[in-house]
């Protein structure tokens, strides 16, 4: 119904300021009478971080940054749900407007600064859902003047780990001053070892998976560096990657386009594909990896998959495209696993050296 209605809608919430068209986009999910997902083509199904997802498709961070819908998520088709970013104190982020849509490059600008309800009130809402059907996972991060960084991701963990899937370990926010720097070595050596401490102290009914989300914009050192940290300390999967501060030049020369803040849709497709390549051919099989960044079709999806992502994950492309977007996506990625006649993990990164070169 909802992916009837969008082309309707889409006019009218694109004439709205896009924070505001979000909001009712929110509240609007909210009112959804409870519904289960539509029932996924068995080849879709993904066994990893030790779960069975039933298709490969999820719903990145930012979109319910306080867990208000994630089983009105579920119910659109997505594999799984990641909510937040989530920290320790409410804080209400970046002066509006901050968040800017690129119509004519599909993409969209945002310096939100990490916006939450802090996390009392998202792991509340978490804990009400118990026992539902459906992956949900939180991504965390710290806040903005917290004087110890590091335990604003223990205390997100430890609240969390019984609550969720997964946690995603969020050090790639360009919008929060100073919290890239916790992707150098020393400093994401001790913030691993402590977040997958506290999620092996939470008593929980299962283990949550915790993931590192990086950023597009690092270096083949660095990705190294933080491939080699994240396996050391025992970190179930890499998320490949966050928002880009960098501005192509093929971006369309607008005034939005100059907005400072994280660059997501299409025009971050090629980088952060680049990137997944690159850690998949560092990783091969001992770890998995997310691919996030531009997806707005099956091909897009189908790419990641082969540059080495076990799971997807898009956003900005639901705001052009709404959300029978998931639907196309999961559909034409069961056509070609049928077409290649080999079940999906067979085909994770199969072409990531070509891709590596190429994308």
Known sequence: MLAQLFPLARPLL????????????????ALLPAAAPPADDPALAVEVL??????????????????????????LGFGFVEVGGVVP?????????????LAADRAVINRFGLNSDGLPVVSARLAARSGRPGLVGANIGANKDSQDR????????????????????????????????????AFLDDLLARVVEARDAAAAPRRAAVLL??????????LDAIAATALRRGVDALVVSNTTVARPASLAETALARET??????????????????????????????????????????????AGASLVQLYSAL?????????????????????????????????AADLARSA
């Open 14 to 29: 694109h004439a709205l300021d896009a924070e505001t068209a979000h909001r009712l986009t929110i509240r609007g999910l």
């Open 50 to 75: 030790g779960r069975r997802f039933p298709n490969p498709v999820g719903l990145a961070a930012g979109f319910d940054k306080g867990a208000e819908v994630p089983d009105a998520l579920l119910s």
């Open 89 to 101: 104190r409410p804080q209400p982020g970046n002066p509006r407007p901050r968040v800017f849509r």
């Open 150 to 185: 590091i335990a604003d991701y223990v205390a997100c963990t430890r609240a969390l780990a019984g609550l969720v899937d997964f946690v995603t370990v969020n050090v790639s926010s360009p919008n929060t001053p100073g919290l890239r720097d916790l992707q150098g070595e």
């Open 213 to 222: 989300k990086i950023a597009p914009d690092i270096g083949l050192d660095a």
């Open 261 to 306: 803040g994280g660059l997501s849709g299409r025009p971050l497709f090629s980088p952060s594909t680049r990137l997944l390549a690159e850690a998949f051919l560092r990783v091969g099989a001992r770890l998995p990896l997310v691919g996030v960044g531009g997806i707005d079709s099956a091909e897009a999806a189908w790419t990641k998959i082969r």
């Open 319 to 351: 705001v052009y495209a709404g959300p029978g977007l998931v639907g196309e996506i999961k559909a034409g990625l069961a056509e070609r696993l049928r077409r290649e006649g080999a079940p999906l993990a067979r085909l994770v990164g199969r072409d």
